[in-house]
Protein backbone atom coordinates (compact mmCIF):
# COMPACT_ATOMS: atom_id res chain seq x y z
CA UNK A 1 0.00 0.00 0.00
CA UNK A 2 2.34 3.06 -1.52
CA UNK A 3 -0.25 6.12 -0.51
CA UNK A 4 1.62 9.05 -1.60
CA UNK A 5 4.89 9.08 -3.34
CA UNK A 6 7.31 11.47 -3.93
CA UNK A 7 10.50 11.07 -5.81
CA UNK A 8 13.43 12.31 -5.34
CA UNK A 9 13.91 12.20 -1.41
CA UNK A 10 17.18 13.93 -1.32
CA UNK A 11 18.67 16.71 -4.31
CA UNK A 12 21.11 19.16 -4.00
CA UNK A 13 20.55 21.98 -6.97
CA UNK A 14 23.02 25.13 -8.14
CA UNK A 15 21.13 28.08 -8.34
CA UNK A 16 19.64 28.98 -11.35
CA UNK A 17 19.07 25.56 -12.21
CA UNK A 18 15.63 23.82 -12.96
CA UNK A 19 13.97 20.38 -11.35
CA UNK A 20 10.96 18.57 -11.33
CA UNK A 21 9.34 16.86 -8.17
CA UNK A 22 7.11 13.72 -8.91
CA UNK A 23 4.28 13.25 -6.54
CA UNK A 24 2.05 10.01 -7.18
CA UNK A 25 -0.97 8.63 -5.38
CA UNK A 26 -2.36 5.38 -5.68
CA UNK A 27 -5.82 5.94 -3.59
CA UNK A 28 -7.98 7.57 -7.02
CA UNK A 29 -8.15 11.06 -4.97
CA UNK A 30 -9.29 13.95 -6.39
CA UNK A 31 -7.54 16.51 -5.27
CA UNK A 32 -3.20 17.33 -4.37
CA UNK A 33 -1.15 19.48 -2.99
CA UNK A 34 2.46 20.84 -2.46
CA UNK A 35 3.41 22.07 1.06
CA UNK A 36 6.60 23.41 1.87
CA UNK A 37 8.53 22.60 5.21
CA UNK A 38 10.74 25.40 6.65
CA UNK A 39 11.95 26.31 10.42
CA UNK A 40 9.92 28.18 12.15
CA UNK A 41 7.42 28.29 9.85
CA UNK A 42 5.02 25.20 9.61
CA UNK A 43 3.76 23.97 6.50
CA UNK A 44 2.42 26.26 3.78
CA UNK A 45 0.24 25.94 0.75
CA UNK A 46 2.28 25.98 -2.70
CA UNK A 47 -0.01 25.39 -5.11
CA UNK A 48 -2.85 22.54 -5.54
CA UNK A 49 -5.12 20.92 -7.68
CA UNK A 50 -8.84 19.76 -7.27
CA UNK A 51 -8.21 17.27 -10.67
CA UNK A 52 -6.84 16.32 -13.58
CA UNK A 53 -6.02 18.96 -15.76
CA UNK A 54 -6.68 21.67 -13.04
CA UNK A 55 -4.46 23.36 -10.88
CA UNK A 56 -4.10 26.31 -8.15
CA UNK A 57 -2.21 28.58 -6.54
CA UNK A 58 -2.01 28.48 -2.37
CA UNK A 59 0.13 30.57 0.10
CA UNK A 60 3.14 30.98 -1.48
CA UNK A 61 3.13 30.09 -5.15
CA UNK A 62 6.36 32.17 -6.75
CA UNK A 63 8.91 30.59 -8.28
CA UNK A 64 7.18 27.50 -8.67
CA UNK A 65 4.74 25.83 -11.36
CA UNK A 66 2.42 22.52 -11.49
CA UNK A 67 1.05 19.71 -13.40
CA UNK A 68 -1.71 17.52 -13.15
CA UNK A 69 -2.13 15.59 -16.43
CA UNK A 70 -2.65 12.50 -15.14
CA UNK A 71 -5.34 11.70 -11.80
CA UNK A 72 -2.60 10.00 -10.28
CA UNK A 73 0.64 12.79 -10.60
CA UNK A 74 1.18 16.41 -9.56
CA UNK A 75 4.11 17.28 -10.49
CA UNK A 76 6.29 20.61 -9.10
CA UNK A 77 8.86 22.43 -10.82
CA UNK A 78 11.13 24.85 -10.10
CA UNK A 79 12.07 26.71 -13.26
CA UNK A 80 15.30 28.53 -12.19
CA UNK A 81 16.55 27.54 -8.70
CA UNK A 82 17.12 30.16 -5.79
CA UNK A 83 18.49 29.28 -2.26
CA UNK A 84 15.67 30.35 -0.78
CA UNK A 85 13.87 27.38 -2.23
CA UNK A 86 16.04 25.14 -0.19
CA UNK A 87 13.19 24.00 1.85
CA UNK A 88 11.59 20.44 2.66
CA UNK A 89 8.76 19.73 0.11
CA UNK A 90 5.47 17.65 1.04
CA UNK A 91 2.93 16.41 -1.49
CA UNK A 92 -0.39 15.40 0.21
CA UNK A 93 -3.66 14.21 -1.58
CA UNK A 94 -7.16 13.71 -0.32
CA UNK A 95 -10.55 12.31 -1.45
CA UNK A 96 -11.88 15.75 -1.26
CA UNK A 97 -11.71 19.24 -0.51
CA UNK A 98 -13.92 19.17 2.61
CA UNK A 99 -12.19 18.83 5.63
CA UNK A 100 -14.72 17.40 7.34
CA UNK A 101 -14.60 13.77 7.14
CA UNK A 102 -12.10 13.69 5.29
CA UNK A 103 -8.17 12.96 5.58
CA UNK A 104 -5.43 14.54 3.82
CA UNK A 105 -2.53 11.77 3.19
CA UNK A 106 1.19 13.09 3.16
CA UNK A 107 3.54 11.93 1.27
CA UNK A 108 7.50 11.07 3.14
CA UNK A 109 9.25 14.59 1.77
CA UNK A 110 11.86 15.58 0.09
CA UNK A 111 14.97 17.60 0.97
CA UNK A 112 15.94 20.18 -1.30
CA UNK A 113 18.97 22.28 -1.43
CA UNK A 114 20.00 25.02 -3.51
CA UNK A 115 24.05 26.30 -3.20
CA UNK B 1 -7.12 35.32 8.14
CA UNK B 2 -7.14 32.22 10.26
CA UNK B 3 -3.89 31.09 12.21
CA UNK B 4 -2.52 29.31 14.99
CA UNK B 5 -0.14 29.39 17.16
CA UNK B 6 2.04 26.85 19.10
CA UNK B 7 4.07 28.60 21.52
CA UNK B 8 6.13 25.39 22.47
CA UNK B 9 8.90 24.93 19.71
CA UNK B 10 10.38 22.58 22.36
CA UNK B 11 9.35 20.64 25.29
CA UNK B 12 11.42 17.70 26.72
CA UNK B 13 9.17 15.16 28.92
CA UNK B 14 10.47 11.72 30.61
CA UNK B 15 8.91 8.96 29.80
CA UNK B 16 6.06 7.68 31.41
CA UNK B 17 5.26 11.35 32.76
CA UNK B 18 1.93 13.21 31.02
CA UNK B 19 2.05 15.71 28.07
CA UNK B 20 0.20 18.27 26.88
CA UNK B 21 0.96 20.10 23.58
CA UNK B 22 -0.64 24.03 23.63
CA UNK B 23 -2.31 25.48 20.16
CA UNK B 24 -3.93 28.51 19.93
CA UNK B 25 -5.77 29.18 16.66
CA UNK B 26 -7.82 32.04 15.37
CA UNK B 27 -10.44 31.76 13.08
CA UNK B 28 -13.76 33.75 12.72
CA UNK B 29 -16.48 30.72 13.05
CA UNK B 30 -16.26 27.15 14.11
CA UNK B 31 -13.07 25.71 13.53
CA UNK B 32 -12.13 22.43 11.85
CA UNK B 33 -8.86 21.53 14.24
CA UNK B 34 -6.41 18.82 13.63
CA UNK B 35 -3.15 17.63 15.51
CA UNK B 36 -0.59 16.18 13.30
CA UNK B 37 2.50 14.14 13.55
CA UNK B 38 6.05 13.92 11.80
CA UNK B 39 8.36 11.56 12.97
CA UNK B 40 11.86 11.74 11.71
CA UNK B 41 12.52 11.57 8.02
CA UNK B 42 8.41 10.87 7.58
CA UNK B 43 5.39 12.88 6.33
CA UNK B 44 2.99 13.94 8.81
CA UNK B 45 0.04 11.31 10.18
CA UNK B 46 -2.99 12.72 11.38
CA UNK B 47 -3.26 12.30 15.59
CA UNK B 48 -6.60 13.41 15.69
CA UNK B 49 -8.95 15.85 14.45
CA UNK B 50 -12.33 17.93 15.74
CA UNK B 51 -15.39 19.23 13.27
CA UNK B 52 -18.38 19.76 16.21
CA UNK B 53 -19.65 17.86 19.49
CA UNK B 54 -17.95 16.39 21.69
CA UNK B 55 -14.78 18.88 22.61
CA UNK B 56 -13.01 16.41 23.88
CA UNK B 57 -11.26 14.04 20.67
CA UNK B 58 -9.92 11.01 21.08
CA UNK B 59 -7.10 10.08 18.53
CA UNK B 60 -4.56 7.39 17.75
CA UNK B 61 -1.75 6.47 19.96
CA UNK B 62 -3.60 7.08 23.10
CA UNK B 63 -3.63 11.03 22.40
CA UNK B 64 -6.45 13.26 23.10
CA UNK B 65 -7.29 17.10 22.75
CA UNK B 66 -9.99 19.34 24.41
CA UNK B 67 -12.07 22.33 21.52
CA UNK B 68 -12.08 25.23 24.20
CA UNK B 69 -13.74 27.86 22.14
CA UNK B 70 -13.51 30.36 25.10
CA UNK B 71 -9.69 30.16 25.26
CA UNK B 72 -9.74 29.21 21.70
CA UNK B 73 -7.33 26.33 22.35
CA UNK B 74 -7.06 23.09 21.21
CA UNK B 75 -4.42 21.02 23.49
CA UNK B 76 -3.38 17.84 22.83
CA UNK B 77 -2.85 15.49 25.93
CA UNK B 78 -1.22 11.97 26.74
CA UNK B 79 -1.44 10.97 30.10
CA UNK B 80 1.96 8.46 29.95
CA UNK B 81 4.61 9.26 27.15
CA UNK B 82 6.76 6.15 25.46
CA UNK B 83 10.07 6.81 23.47
CA UNK B 84 8.21 6.13 20.27
CA UNK B 85 6.30 9.47 20.52
CA UNK B 86 9.22 11.61 20.08
CA UNK B 87 8.53 13.63 16.92
CA UNK B 88 7.30 16.99 15.90
CA UNK B 89 3.61 17.75 16.71
CA UNK B 90 1.79 20.39 14.70
CA UNK B 91 -1.99 21.93 15.02
CA UNK B 92 -3.50 22.76 12.06
CA UNK B 93 -7.12 24.83 11.53
CA UNK B 94 -9.68 25.28 8.61
CA UNK B 95 -13.07 25.20 8.17
CA UNK B 96 -16.49 25.62 6.13
CA UNK B 97 -15.51 27.76 3.41
CA UNK B 98 -12.20 27.82 3.76
CA UNK B 99 -11.18 24.18 3.38
CA UNK B 100 -7.20 24.56 3.34
CA UNK B 101 -5.37 23.73 6.54
CA UNK B 102 -2.97 26.31 8.03
CA UNK B 103 -0.60 24.67 10.13
CA UNK B 104 1.63 26.19 13.29
CA UNK B 105 5.03 26.26 13.35
CA UNK B 106 5.18 22.68 15.38
CA UNK B 107 6.54 21.43 18.41
CA UNK B 108 9.23 19.20 18.92
CA UNK B 109 8.94 16.63 21.74
CA UNK B 110 11.66 14.99 22.94
CA UNK B 111 11.35 12.18 25.48
CA UNK B 112 14.23 11.14 28.15
CA UNK B 113 14.44 7.79 29.97
Known amino acids: NAGVTQTPKFRVLKTGQSMTLLCAQDMNHEYMYWYRQDPGMGLRLIHYSVGEGTTAKGEVPDGYNVSRLKKQNFLLGLESAAPSQTSVYFCASSYSIRLSGNTIYFGEGSWLTVV | AQSVTQPDIHITVSEGASLELRCNYS??????LFWYVQSPGQGLQLLLKYFSGDTLVQGIKGFEAEFKRSQSSFNLRKPSVHWSDAAEYFC???????????FGTGTRLTIIP
Open chain 2, 27 to 32: YGATPY
Open chain 2, 92 to 102: AVGGPGNEKLT
